[in-house]
């Protein structure tokens, strides 16, 4: 079975930052991309960034480029998402996400955790 133990969501500040954990469990794929959704209240869903487990290929959306950092650990098993200078437009349900498909890893997740809830104040 796929798990996913998601932290790191809190309520923050305009300009103030958190980083994501997630550690993921039972992926049956030697090699995939990891990382993060997002949904807000009433929007859709929208690919954060993702990582290659194979050779750490990087993949970010163009409104948290140059804000946000993804890395991956493999001897923990974990991906991390460093997020500065939040905004209040990044307010959310994070959801870390494996995807099959490497290069498609910001528009389709195959397993999906339930999430961790940033919140940013204006």
């Known amino acids: 079975e796929v798990q996913f133990v998601e932290s790191g969501g809190d309520l923050v500040q305009t300009g103030g930052s958190l980083r994501l954990s997630c550690v993921a469990s039972?992926?049956?794929?030697?090699?995939?991309?990891i990382g993060w959704f997002r949904q807000a209240p009433g929007k859709v869903r929208e690919g954060v960034s993702c990582?290659?487990?194979?050779?750490?290929?990087?993949y970010y959306a163009d409104f948290v480029k140059g804000r946000f950092t993804i890395t991956y650990d493999s001897t923990k098993n974990t991906v991390y998402l460093q997020m500065n200078n939040l905004e209040p437009e990044d307010t959310a349900v994070y959801h870390c996400a494996v995807a099959e498909i490497i290069d498609m890893c910001l528009e389709v997740g195959d397993y999906w955790g339930q999430g961790t809830r940033v919140t940013v104040s204006s």
């Open positions: 039972g992926i049956s794929f030697d090699h995939y991309a």
């Open positions: 990582i290659s487990t194979r050779d750490r290929t990087v």
